[in-house]
């Protein structure tokens, strides 16, 4: 049987960003609250030029070629922050990255689990169609509101992650765990802006359901946090992770907590200065991991769990590929963080609360401050209209 995993990943986040230092000092809180507490150093700031489609496809610019473009088969994209009750964001998506004609384009929803959801029909896809190859974008802006207490916890970015077989990066193993339970702790009504949230209730749910699937993953398996090299999560704020990486350590002996403890931390460094992306937030720690995780080598047995809220968890591993690191575009991700603006607080305030007309008015949009290969132009008719450069 082919192994199939994921054999390129591309990142994008907007082009500016706010230092949580002055967004504590702003909101007459410690930076230490923020910093330390949170888990966060910066957060990504969304321009108006910006939304979940623009950023799909700067994700996808970053790794597809000709080559895979004429055999990708599906285009996935999970989302939260769909704009179109109707029209699929995929379709735009697979237009604007001239994707071949004959393939399946769909949009799916489940908070941050859908990317992971489209992952796994990605990999059973080639799995019978070796020779083709599927695009799954996670791409998302998390927006709680202004001086609100998931303000910290924000951010925007796309993860694009193109599945086929003989994977350069990750190899996909059979065998996940997974877990459904109908909670609220997390949810947005189409008549409201902003998600509903029970903080405390989430994390505890959060926690709960990391257990339960890594409790059931052992069954399926036999295996055990000895055969882990290390874990990646989701990752809404960076702290939440260490607390679930701390259920499991006790099951370790005292080297392997600190190999474990060490190779997570290694790990944040992107999430820290982009924050929560929702549905790619989990990739963006895997890409991270493996951008910067120490001792990392073919065959290590990574430990993924995804979590979207109302709620659906699951746990799944794969195996890093030969030569990983030349499938990875290191470059363009730490040039892209390089290049991003600071923004003031009161320049994010500003970007925040721009919003495009909802009444079919027509608006077209000052990209001189962006410089990102996709932007949104123009909004006329409610129809947005885009340009790749």
Known sequence: MNKVGIGKIGFYTPPFYLDMTDLAHARGDEPAKYTIGIGQDQMAVTPISQDIVSMAVNAGLQIINDEDRSKIDLVIVGTESAFDASKSSAVYVHELLNIQPHARSFEIKHACYAATAGLQMAKDYVTLHPDRKALVIGTDVARYGLATGGEVTQGAGAMALLVSADPTILILEKD???????????????????????????????LSFFNTVWNLYKEKTNRSIADIKAFSFHLPYTKMGKKALQE???????????????????????????????????????????????????????????????????????????????????????????????????????MFTQNLPEDGSALTIDTANDSSACRLVEVKDHKRSYIVK
């Open 176 to 206: 996940s765990a997974y877990t459904t339970k109908d909670i609220m702790d997390f949810w947005r009504p189409v008549y409201s802006e902003y998600a509903m949230v029970d903080g405390k209730y989430s994390n505890e749910q959060y």
């Open 248 to 350: 499991v350590l006790p099951e370790a002996d005292d080297a392997k907590q600190k190999a474990l403890s060490a190779i997570f931390e290694e790990s944040l460094a992107f999430n820290r200065l982009v924050g929560n992306i929702y549905t790619g937030s989990l990739y963006l720690n895997l890409l991270s991991l493996l951008e910067n995780g120490k001792g990392l080598k073919a065959g290590d047995r990574i430990g993924l769990f995804s979590y979207g809220s109302g709620a659906v968890g699951e746990f799944f591993t794969g195996l890093i590929a030969e030569d990983f690191k030349k499938g990875l575009a290191s470059d363009k991700y730490t040039e892209l963080l390089a290049k991003r603006q600071q923004v003031t607080v009161a320049e994010y305030e500003a």
